[in-house]
């Protein structure tokens, strides 16, 4: 069943790459030769032998700290915050969407201008906005994602379902005497699940940008948590003279995100490959 | 003897590595004469598409011509370029497809895309064009050809859209006509018309013409010559004569076998006079303003079959989707059993719905792909009351029950054939153990040898279990195959009704004439 997914090559790198980044966060106390927060040696550049002869692979910041290490442990946090900010949105925008879906009517008509409405909001400005009303946390980082991210979910959800609950089995349920519930969740979710997986692998790479960006701007995790947006944002400026203070971080979060996209688009096209074999 | 058109020799088309054969089309020798019909029949999956998309140099992606030639005017038109290929189609071939529909442009009028062929093919002034596209429309039979010509797709009917098809094909008087199944989604009265046409343009303009069609009943009506074919290889071939009344190979026999034929079975009449198992009375159902079923009433008892035959937009699925209550009528009664259903609300209306189940049209949309077949029909008995075990139980009994293998339990229905889905299907409605079974259309997606097969496994349940079953279909034929009664309806309103023998034999209205008329094959078989 899986084959199929495993001979394309987009599939293999982008899954390696993210793959990768899942098994560096799980093992981070592993991998980090240092403390993410203990001071050893302030703008090491990279591959340079410190004072004591330790070895500083992607060199320190100005605080002394380790940046490979603080990249390692950051890597924890994007992959947690990132996952579970992306499995609530998905949570909501499911329920929502197949709800709206499956019912139409007024319910369909109230569910989706609620959610035009949040999506008709600047995403940028609309984190900003909630970040700044309920603080920088880790929980409500999840609450922004969450809430800016489940309303695009929900209308994929709902258009996925409107089609689904047209077909004679969801029928067939239905004059079974079926209940509501087990025909939404038994019938109609497991058929939604090939363009939702696509989604979810672009949607987790976006997540990943954005509690990146929330960091940059000083909105994310508040220090000393290692975190990739926050240290390209304390790098910035000295980015000039050391460059390798931004760098390693931006490469860090633009090869976790390619790797989700590319993921992503192998399973699309092994998915439509299987469409049009069906 | 007459110069071939079209000589095909020899020709196979290779499928992709992993296809359940190694050619979509093998080793096929074909030619067509001017002013002459050949008709290539078989079933899904014979390759018979395959064949008519290469020969317009089309074949889908991921075939390939891996050997063979098709001559036609001294070329090969196996080994012209796409550039070679864009001055023939139109002009030298012309094709005709299934659906009518989705082969004209929803944004261009009719008059626009007449002329736009003239202007890729021709160097015709303005005027002319119009004025050819005018007598083409009229030759066509179409009425009103000015309105016509300024219209719409959407504006029009689906026999008046084949037509404009079979003009915009024709427009160029190509020598060839390649039409593939284009009567398959036509009503059957329409049909007739169109098939009336194809002949025309065989005995008036001596056009050459390939005609692929699924319905032996079709090929009888309009075939000089025929060639049927079956998993990519021509296994019989001959003149329409021969192949229909004295054929050679087996699988022609089991097709005309399988034709199903005007003429009603033997069905025992009624023992006794049972109370009926599913009342209809005074259905009355609008859309908004658009009134389509009008004082609609049937009655079936136990054991029998009442068969309710109509054209698209007669109202009869509109019947179905009342009876499962899908949608609720605007005024009327349905009873089950004697109980009223139409009031029933939440848990009164969902124990309701075990007594009455329905099969559906389309095998591969009645079945969750997600989900095995054996649970599937496992849950639908749990539904109706049995326990875990005995539902499991029951669903393997069914499956049996309904030709297929107990092993089938743990398969997803991508396992299996449209016909074994169809089987599925009925598994599922006779797992509640229902005393009404309705039948949308049920056989009209399968091959005719599967359709046979079913009909019979159909007859044979419904008898054993004694169910009232509800037949909806807009082909009599198959409606004289099992019915022991027949209720005829046009637009909304039933217009005839009587045991199918009756009815068949002896149709007291005119629009029952005109649809027996029209069969196709009428006669032949």
Same mark, same amino acid.
């Given at each position: 069943m899986f084959v199929p997914y495993l001979k394309k090559p987009l599939v293999l790198i982008g899954g390696g790459l993210a793959l990768g980044w899942l098994l560096v966060a799980i093992f981070a106390p592993l991998i980090a !030769?240092?403390?993410?927060?203990q001071t050893l040696q302030p703008l090491a550049k990279p591959m340079v032998a410190g004072?004591?002869?330790?070895?500083?692979l992607f060199g320190t910041d100005m605080l002394g700290r380790d940046i490979f290490s603080r990249l390692v442990w950051g890597a924890r946090t994007v992959v947690i915050y990132s996952t579970l900010a992306t499995l609530t949105a998905y949570a909501f925008g499911l329920l929502f969407g197949l709800i709206a879906g499956y019912a139409g009517g007024r319910t369909d008509a109230v569910l989706s201008f609620l959610a035009n409405v949040v999506l008709s909001f600047p995403v940028l400005v609309l984190y900003i906005v909630i970040i700044v009303v309920i603080g920088a946390s880790p929980v409500n980082i999840v609450i922004a994602v969450t809430f800016s991210s489940a309303p695009a979910i929900y209308r994929i959800v709902r258009g996925i379902t409107i089609d689904v609950a047209s077909r004679d089995f969801v029928k067939a349920a239905v004059t079974q005497g079926e209940s509501t519930l087990r025909i939404l969740f038994v019938d109609i979710l497991p058929n939604t699940t090939g363009p939702l997986a696509v989604d979810f692998c672009l949607r987790l790479g976006y997540t990943a940008i954005t509690i990146g960006t929330l960091g940059f701007l000083g909105l994310?995790?508040? !220090?000393?948590?290692?975190?990739w947006g926050g240290m390209v944002n304390e790098g910035r400026a000295m980015a000039i003279a050391f460059p390798h203070l931004v760098i390693f971080p931006c490469i860090a979060i633009s090869s976790l995100t390619l790797g989700l996209s590319l993921l992503a688009d192998g399973l699309r096209e092994v998915n439509d490959a299987k469409e049009r074999h069906a | 003897m007459t110069q071939s058109l079209l000589q095909i020799r020899n020709l196979s088309v290779a499928l992709p590595?992993?296809?359940? #054969?190694?050619?979509?089309?093998?080793d096929v020798s074909l030619e067509v004469k001017p002013a002459e019909i050949l008709c290539v029949v078989g079933e899904s999956g014979s390759g018979k598409s395959v064949l008519t998309a290469t020969l317009m140099g089309?074949?889908?992606?991921?075939?390939?011509?891996?050997g063979g030639t098709a001559e036609m005017g001294g070329r090969d038109?196996?080994?012209?370029?796409e550039r070679q290929w864009r001055d023939i189609r139109g002009k030298d071939i012309g094709m005709i497809f299934q659906e009518p529909m989705a082969s004209? +442009?929803?944004?261009?009028t009719v008059a626009q895309q007449i002329e736009e062929v003239f202007e890729l093919h021709s160097d015709y002034p303005r005027a002319e064009r119009a004025a050819r596209a005018k007598k083409l429309v009229e030759e066509m039979h179409l009425p009103e050809p000015d309105r016509i010509l300024k219209s719409?797709?959407?504006?029009?009917s689906g026999g008046q859209c084949q037509r404009v098809v079979i003009a915009m094909a024709l427009a160029m008087s190509p020598k060839l006509l390649i039409a593939d199944?284009?009567?398959?989604?036509?009503?059957v009265t329409t049909q007739a018309q169109v098939l009336k046409l194809i002949r025309e343009l065989r005995d008036n303009h001596g056009h050459g013409i390939i005609f692929i069609t699924h319905d032996l009943g079709v090929v009888a009506d309009i075939a000089d010559r025929i060639a049927v074919m079956r998993r990519g290889e021509v296994v019989e071939i001959g003149s329409a004569e021969q192949v229909l009344k004295?054929?050679?190979?087996d699988y022609t026999k089991t097709l005309i076998a399988a034709?199903? $034929?005007?003429?009603p079975r033997d069905r025992p009449a009624a023992e006794t006079e049972e109370a009926p198992a599913l009342t209809v009375s005074a259905l009355n159902h609008s859309y908004g303003a658009k009134?389509?079923?009008?004082?609609i009433t049937l009655s079936v008892a136990p054991g029998r079959v009442l068969s309710i035959v109509g054209e698209s937009g007669s109202g009869k699925s509109t019947i179905a989707r009342n009876l499962i209550r899908l949608t609720d009528p605007t005024s009327g009664t349905i009873a089950v059993g004697g109980e009223p259903i139409l009031d029933l609300k939440g848990g009164a209306l969902r124990r309701m719905r075990r007594r009455i189940q329905m099969i559906f049209q389309d095998p591969f949309g009645s079945l +969750?792909?997600? #989900?095995?077949v054996g649970p599937m029909i496992a849950r639908a008995a749990m539904l109706s009351g049995a326990n875990r075990a005995e539902a499991v139980e029951r669903a393997k009994e069914l499956l049996e029950l309904v030709g297929?293998?107990? +092993?089938?339990?743990? #398969?997803?229905?991508? =396992?299996? $054939?449209g016909g074994q889905r169809q089987r599925v299907g009925i598994a599922r409605a006779l797992a509640m153990r229902p005393d009404v079974l309705i039948a949308d259309? $049920?056989? $009209? =997606?399968?091959?005719v040898s599967v359709q046979a097969q079913v009909l019979d496994l159909l007859a044979d349940l419904q008898k054993r279990l004694s169910l009232a079953v509800v037949f909806i279909t807009h082909d009599l034929r198959v409606a004289a195959q099992i019915s022991d009664e027949i209720v005829v309806m046009s637009k909304g309103h039933v217009v005839e009704r009587g045991p199918a023998n009756e009815v068949l034999t002896?149709?007291?209205?005119p629009y029952t004439r005109d649809l027996i008329e029209a069969a196709p094959g009428r006669g032949a078989f």
């Open positions: !030769p240092y403390d993410p927060l004072a004591k002869g330790e070895l500083f994310g995790l508040p !220090p000393p948590t290692p975190d | 590595k992993g296809a359940d #054969r190694a050619f979509a089309v093998h089309a074949a889908p992606r991921g075939l390939r011509v891996a038109l196996l080994t012209l370029t004209l +442009n929803p944004a261009l719409f797709p959407h504006q029009l199944e284009p009567t398959t989604a036509l009503d004295a054929p050679q190979h034709v199903p $034929s005007l003429v009134q389509v079923l009008h004082d +969750n792909p997600r #989900r095995k297929l293998q107990r +092993n089938a339990y743990d #398969r997803r229905p991508a =396992a299996f $054939s259309e $049920s056989v $009209s =997606a399968l091959d002896r149709p007291q209205h």
